[in-house]
T-cell receptor, first 112, second 115 residues
């Protein structure tokens, strides 16, 4: 079954702690994205990667970091510098063209 | 700046009634237009898309959308809403033919369906 897997579904962060959200895809897509979703705010782009070993900042990259060492994986680290990390995080990957954009089922991050 | 506006934060309709969700964009040319649906705690699913040609496009689950260049709009419609349509709906626009620039999403419209 091809798709995008985000884990864990729920994650809790203590103050001052870094946490990493996992995103794996087996669709052979080059492009991958991380979005943050807050109620009433829509989806805001954090980082995206068009190809392995390369990534670009989105609109709200501060307090986040990513890596793209493998085509299948695009983990997102929420650092302690992100003062308001509670949100729903969505990962997506894209094949050729916009219509080939697929989303994972998300990770809800909460602060303890 | 390129932007997408969904003017309605929350809409409530009765089951069986018609539905129209509004979307306006700001861009100098015709962008690539999309509507997505999201159930609570889930990812987004593509409902329909417009790239060019016929300005009335059909999508999944009985939805359609009409592109109006003069109004910079791409409104989503459904003739008869079912309770299962309750969800959040996002309009999105893309600005490159290759798809290499990320989609820009509106803030969403939450749809509630009452009996």
């Amino acid at each position: 079954d091809g798709g995008i897997t985000q884990s864990p579904k729920y994650l809790f962060r203590k103050e001052g702690q870094n946490v990493t959200l996992s995103c794996e895809q087996n669709l052979n897509h080059d492009a991958m994205y991380w979005y943050r979703q807050d109620p009433g705010q829509g989806l805001r782009l954090i980082y995206y990667s068009q190809i392995v070993n390369d990534f670009q900042k989105g609109d709200i990259a501060e307090g986040y970091s990513v890596s793209r060492e493998k085509k299948e994986s695009f983990p997102l680290t929420v650092t302690s510098a992100q003062k308001n990390p509670t949100a729903f995080y969505l990962c997506a990957s894209r094949g050729q063209g916009y219509e080939k954009l697929f989303f994972g089922s998300g990770t809800q991050l909460s602060v303890l | 700046a390129q932007s997408v506006t969904q003017p309605d934060i929350h809409i409530t309709v009765s089951e069986g009634a018609s539905l129209e969700l509004r979307c306006n964009y700001s861009y100098g040319a015709t962008p690539y237009l999309f509507w997505y649906v999201q159930s609570p705690g889930q990812g987004l699913q593509l409902l329909l898309k417009y790239f060019s040609g016929d300005t009335l496009v059909q999508g999944i689950k009985g939805f359609e959308a009409e592109f109006k260049r003069s109004q910079s709009s791409f409104n989503l419609r459904k003739p008869s809403v079912h309770w299962s349509d309750a969800a959040e709906y996002f309009c999105a626009v893309g600005f490159s033919k290759s798809g290499n620039t990320p989609l820009v999403f509106g803030k969403g419209t939450r749809l509630s369906v009452i009996a």
